[in-house]
């Protein structure tokens, strides 16, 4: 809340709502929703908003699993309801792996879950969308290939992808490669936001663009970045003081700014090119 809070105050005008903050408060699972519910009130009150929120991952889903899985997909449609009613578009999803449900059961879980979600959410007209992100750890969801085939299996206006950048470099996906799985699978227009990140191409650090090895410059010329509605720049910050921790979101800001720079720089460049080439 304080976080959200200070962000907001500091000049940022929209926010994510992450579990992160949840998980790393000490706040009981059981508060999780009623968290997030005074968070979205919160931001509403100050005039921002949160677009984007990452709902709690597989961790906390899996404390739910011993009452049943309908009451773990009951639990995913009111945190979407909520979000949802404060104005949030893209609602991101951890799926559950298969250390978690099972080898055989892994397919059948995230089948069974996404079924109802897409359904609640058609049935009431609901302005959301859920992306789901692809996993740092945990077979098969940190596979991209396992994410487009569910995708493409309910294919719905309602689902998408989220690309965590960092989570693709530590699973050995590079922008080559992730380009010509997107293209070839034609889901370009189904990434729906980007998570914003870099690491050592080995552990999965959320440090800031370029404090890594992500091949930002290929990166950039990538159509489903461009394309995505929304960047998230997740910026992991365990410094005590939380006002410490504003300061670096705002460092992570600029970098992200100058992430943007290059991006239209680029363009502009292209489109230079394009009409030398054509004569114009």
Request: hydrophobic letters at 40%.
């Amino acid at each position: 809340m304080k976080s959200a809070e200070l962000l907001c105050t500091s000049g940022f005008e929209m926010v994510e709502l992450s579990y992160t903050n949840i998980e790393r408060s000490s706040i009981d699972v059981h508060s999780a929703y009623n968290y997030l519910r005074l968070a979205l009130s919160m931001l509403q009150r100050l005039g921002c908003s949160a677009p984007v929120i990452h709902a709690p991952w597989e961790q906390h889903l899996s404390l739910f699993l011993g009452s049943g899985l309908d009451n773990l997909i009951s639990g995913i449609k009111l945190i979407i309801d909520l979000a949802s009613r404060h104005g949030t578009r893209v609602v991101v999803l951890h799926l559950l792996p298969q250390n978690y449900v099972g080898h055989g059961r892994v397919y059948f879980v995230a089948r069974r879950v996404l079924n109802s979600v897409i359904a609640y959410i058609e049935r009431e007209g609901l302005s959301i969308r859920i992306a789901l992100e692809n996993l740092a750890h945990g077979d098969p969801w940190n596979k991209f290939e396992k994410l487009i085939s569910l995708i493409k299996h309910f294919d719905s206006e309602a689902l998408g992808l989220c690309v965590d950048v960092g989570h693709a470099h530590v699973n050995k996906y590079t922008s080559t490669r992730l380009d010509e799985i997107l293209s070839r699978h034609d889901v370009v227009n189904k990434v729906f936001c980007v998570h914003i990140n870099d690491n050592d191409g080995v552990n999965d650090t959320h440090s800031l663009p370029g404090c890594g090895t992500v091949d930002w410059s290929r990166l950039l010329s990538s159509q489903w970045l461009r394309r995505a509605e929304y960047w998230v720049l997740e910026s992991e910050c365990r410094l005590e003081s939380t006002e410490a921790c504003v300061v670096r979101a705002l460092l992570s800001m600029s970098m992200l700014e100058k992430l943007r720079s290059l991006l239209i720089k680029n363009d502009r460049e292209a489109s230079l090119s394009m009409t030398k080439i054509l004569g114009l």
